[in-house]
């Protein structure tokens, strides 16, 4: 049954336009993982799905509600953890978890009985009732989840759910994450660690651009790319041309799948091939039009490698090309 059906949407702020035609589908009793760089739609996606934001065009179905014409009861079907949320730093985590089950009209018998649940499910009695304000990264964030939690809903949301957590604070709350669907809650998570969305995603979306470009499991995603990934660093081309002649010279190799020059690096290729053979007549067809190689590397196809191939650059060049984009807009502020 699909707990999320996302049909067509649109949403432009101004003249930036954040999500095209986006499509989406999530199965109950998943953890659905929701890949992509800073800045690719995946934040608005979530606030459209929890009636944060109306969406220019399209449809949005929770649970069976339509978000558009029903949002008060979509909002107690999901809970939505946002990646950056304010917390009193005056109140202990048990009256902040006690104010926002008051918001949810909890009666307080059972608001406090789920509180004591949540604190023991989540390993948070030895700091509950401390002020807000004296907790760690990771308190917090599983602060977090315990609020958004607390209502019992059907479907969690996350955006972001580790941005800024160490290495144990992170494990911690994959483990949380793992618990929760095993006992029934499905979760979205939105993420643009490749090694979060793979470690704990039973199906997935890529979305690049505001627009979803790859769905699946990690490991059927991974499996439609075919064989091994090759990594080339050949000589910098002197122009597009050139890249182009090159890409046709190695996909005219037998045994490549495919031929994808890395847009933010124009003298690295990065291939797809059916078996360790295919890397020696690499080498030969190289060697033969006078090519030098720099560097070559094999390995198994990854999520990057998925990414790659949808859109011609990796997760981390798309990362740095938006911060990138972020630097040239704050130097244009502060000249004004």
Known sequence: MALIELRQLNKSYGSVIALRDLNLSVQEGCLFGFLGPNGAGKTTTLRILATLLSPDSGDVQVAGLNALENPRAVRRALGYVAQEVAIDKI???????????????????DRDARIADL?????????????????????????????????????????????????????????????LVSQGTSVLLSSHYLEEVEALADRMAIIDGGTVIAEGSPDDLKRRLGGDRVTL?????????????????????????????????????NLVIENDAVVDRLRGRLADAEIPVFALAQSRPSLDDVYLQATGRTLMDAELAVAGQRDVKQERRQSM
């Open 119 to 179: 604190v023991e499910r989540l390993g948070m009695s030895d700091w509950i009732d401390r002020r807000c304000g004296t907790y760690s990264g990771g308190m917090r964030r599983r602060l977090d989840l315990a609020t958004g939690l607390l209502h019992r809903p059907r479907l969690l949301v996350l955006d972001e759910p580790t941005v800024g957590l160490d290495i144990e604070s992170r494990a911690a709350i994959w483990d949380l994450l793992r618990r």
């Open 91 to 109: 109140l202990t985590g048990r009256e902040l978890m006690r104010l926002q089950g008051d918001l949810y009209h909890m009666l307080p018998r």
């Open 233 to 269: 660093r050949v000589r910098e081309f002197s122009d597009e041309d050139e890249s182009q002649r090159v890409q046709q010279l190695l996909n005219g190799v037998e045994g490549v799948i495919q031929v994808v020059v890395n847009r933010a690096q124009g003298h690295s290729l």
